[in-house]
């Protein structure tokens, strides 16, 4: 007993170390009121980085150094032996946010640094902070204000926070930050991958002014037990001993506190008897009021559980079958920037919701833009959110594994508030190895100390013998519901009649989700007699056979098929169905939906409740 005892004192110890370190030094959740910078950026190629290091490794000479606050021209007009050789208030513009690969054609394939500048005017207003917060930048960032460093970051698609309280002025403020899209062996992801890594700032970026002492975060969930707790995080010099609140009006729910030394307040209540339960069928969300120090946020939350108990999800307590799709954080359009703002995210998980009559969405690769998140809080669409840990990466260094805890932090702490998200995905199609394995331990254990509350999976790959298919990963003890990527009948030799015989060998005492399937078509190929790979006549009757596979998995809770929109991928060049296209989406990129969509959406409208 002494030893149970023990071992959960070193592991609440071990949790509360983890939360420590990853949590990001400022979150600025849920706050409303900013000045929003979208529009219109000048940019600056600099291919071989000479902004930051000259030839021989020595440092940039001035006249290469975009992120100096100098007026150019008017430097030029003087006249002097001195000259620039960039200007960045005469430099072409695009708009920002938004990946550069998709505003001109020249930059369709431009990897690398890129310089952007943004001037803008601000009210600097005496006993305020001010903050920049950038939602994504891919992948690495500096950021200069009026000449000044004041921020870096490395990660392509969480938010980081700088604060410029320091360096802002009145007029003319000089927003410089250099963004470097090369990847490499210890990025995340690495170089090599089936979708396109984009390039720029590809989310908004907003300016915040708070008092001196602000509500950095907040949140509120219902656990098991019927409890609503939570907690907010006060960041400034009064931080100690504030008296906090937390409102509810429309549940008549008002809680008070004090922080901490720290700053951190908890809230734990019972929860009231009116409170309506999250789910797909019922997305009740509710406007929960935080205020200390003279400050206040507002969020908008929902409150269910979800967990599993043998091989059965459980949401609020009941079982839940996962019909769903995968999506890639692609606008739908001819030419997507990866900017999605809520009109286009609706666009998308409308299809999935009303469309396909899901409950559910993978949004693979990456974290997804929050704006996803709360728009499918808003449909009713349960979530699965993903780290960039795809494929092979550096498993031996620990910076790498540095990297990707951090970037797990960022995402969790960010998306904390979301009731649609219950699965946090740690990979995607690792090769499983001794290493590997070690590297996605850590992650699990980084999970289930940030946030408990949500379920642990991450997508597989799968053994095969004859017609029987093995899940026999040593990840699997670390994993709440067990995910695997099956491409039979596309990839490989198998007939589609083959397919439909497969059998599955797996663990009978948790769930499994299919979170990958799929076959390639060009939107209106159609050949109803020979049916070709690449037509919509086979893509559906591969729908057809992995779905009558799938009937036959008694462990089965759901799937999300690959995938729900045609996306850009450079490794596809068929110059005839591909052009730099994966094509297994349902819908082609510009919406119009294949035969295999409505295969799908019948499947699934049969498996409503």
Same mark, same amino acid.
């Given at each position: 007993m002494r030893a149970w005892i023990t071992l959960a004192l070193a592991w609440t110890l071990c949790s509360l170390a983890i939360a420590d370190t990853l949590r990001p030094p400022l979150l600025l959740t849920a706050r409303a009121a900013a000045q929003d910078l979208s529009g219109r950026w000048a940019y600056s190629k600099d291919l071989y980085r000479t902004g930051f290091t000259d030839i021989n490794g020595w440092p940039a000479k001035p006249r290469m150094q975009r992120f100096r606050d100098v007026d150019v021209a008017a430097t030029e007009a003087k006249g002097g032996v001195g000259f620039f050789e960039y200007d960045l208030d005469r430099a072409p513009m695009l708009d920002i946010p938004g990946a550069w690969n998709a505003a001109l054609p020249e930059l369709r394939y431009y990897d690398g640094l890129m310089w952007f500048q943004r001037r803008f005017d601000a009210p600097v207003k005496p006993g305020r902070r001010s903050f920049l917060r950038f939602e994504a930048v891919n992948y690495r960032s500096t950021v200069f204000l009026n000449g000044q460093e004041v921020g870096r970051h490395e990660g392509g698609f969480t938010p980081f926070v700088v604060e410029i309280t320091q360096a802002l002025r009145e007029t003319g403020n000089r927003l410089v930050i250099g963004v470097d899209s090369k990847h490499d062996a210890q990025t995340i992801p690495a170089e090599i991958t089936d979708w396109d890594l984009y390039g720029g700032i590809t989310r908004p970026v907003k300016l915040f002014q708070t008092p001196a002492t602000f509500i950095d975060d907040a949140t509120l969930r219902l656990t098991d037990a019927g409890r609503l707790v939570g907690s907010l995080q006060l960041n400034g010099a009064q931080s /100690?001993?504030?008296?906090?609140?937390?409102?509810? &009006?429309?549940?008549?729910?008002?809680?008070?506190a004090r922080t901490d030394t720290n700053g951190e307040a908890r809230f734990d209540t019972a929860a009231p008897a009116g409170l309506k339960r999250w789910s797909p069928e019922s997305p009740t969300l509710y406007d929960v009021e935080f205020e200390a120090s003279g400050d206040r946020v507002r969020d908008r939350i929902g409150f269910r559980t979800i967990a599993v108990r043998g091989s059965e999800i459980l949401l609020n307590g009941q079982p839940v079958t996962l019909r769903g799709i995968s999506i890639h954080e692609e606008e739908v359009g001819p030419n997507p920037?990866?900017?999605?703002?809520? /009109? &286009?995210?609706?666009? %998308? %998980?409308?299809? @999935?919701?009303? !469309?396909?009559?899901?409950? +559910?969405?993978?949004?693979?690769?990456? #974290?997804?833009?929050?704006?996803?998140?709360? @728009?499918?809080?808003? %449909?009713? %669409?349960?979530? *699965?959110?993903?780290?960039?840990? +795809?494929?092979?990466?550096?498993?031996?260094?620990?910076?790498?594994?540095?990297?990707?805890?951090?970037?797990? !932090?960022?995402?969790? +702490?960010?998306?904390?508030?979301? /009731?649609?998200?219950?699965? *946090?995905?740690?990979?995607?199609?690792?090769?499983?190895?001794?290493?590997r394995t070690r590297f996605h331990t850590a992650l699990a254990q980084t999970v289930r100390a940030l946030d408990p509350s949500r379920l642990v999976s991450a997508a597989l790959l799968v053994e095969r013998q004859g017609d029987i298919l093995h899940i026999a990963d040593p990840l699997l003890p670390q994993l709440d519901v067990i995910a695997v990527n099956t491409y039979a009948g596309w990839y490989g030799d198998d007939t589609l009649e083959a397919v439909r015989q497969l059998r599955w060998d797996v663990p009978k005492d948790k769930p499994?989700?299919?979170?990958?399937? !799929?076959?390639?078509?060009? &939107? !209106?190929?159609?050949? #109803?007699?020979?049916? #070709?790979?690449?037509?919509?006549? +086979?893509?559906?009757? =591969? =729908?057809?056979?992995?779905?009558?596979? /799938?009937?036959?998995?008694?462990?089965?809770?759901?799937?999300?098929?690959?995938?729900?929109?045609?996306?850009?991928?450079?490794?596809?060049?068929?110059?005839? =169905?591909?052009?730099? *296209?994966?094509?297994?989406?349902?819908?082609?990129e510009t919406g119009q939906r294949k035969l295999a969509f409505d295969v799908l959406a019948e499947h699934y409208r049969a498996q409503r409740p």
């Open positions: /100690a001993n504030q008296a906090v609140s937390l409102r509810i &009006a429309t549940l008549g729910v008002t809680l008070q920037a990866r900017r999605i703002d809520e /009109a &286009a995210a609706r666009r %998308l %998980l409308t299809e @999935v919701k009303t !469309g396909l009559h899901g409950n +559910y969405v993978r949004l693979s690769h990456y #974290p997804h833009n929050e704006t996803m998140l709360r @728009v499918a809080d808003e %449909l009713g %669409l349960l979530v *699965w959110s993903e780290i960039p840990v +795809y494929w092979s990466i550096d498993w031996d260094t620990p910076a790498v594994l540095d990297k990707a805890r951090r970037m797990q !932090g960022e995402t969790i +702490y960010r998306d904390r508030n979301r /009731a649609a998200l219950i699965l *946090w995905s740690i990979g995607n199609e690792t090769p499983v190895a001794d290493n499994l989700l299919f979170s990958e399937f !799929g076959a390639d078509a060009l &939107a !209106g190929f159609r050949d #109803p007699v020979l049916k #070709p790979k690449f037509s919509e006549d +086979y893509q559906a009757d =591969y =729908y057809r056979a992995t779905l009558a596979m /799938a009937a036959q998995v008694a462990t089965l809770r759901g799937m999300s098929p690959w995938i729900l929109k045609d996306f850009r991928s450079p490794r596809r060049e068929h110059p005839v =169905y591909q052009n730099g *296209w994966n094509r297994k989406g349902l819908i082609s």
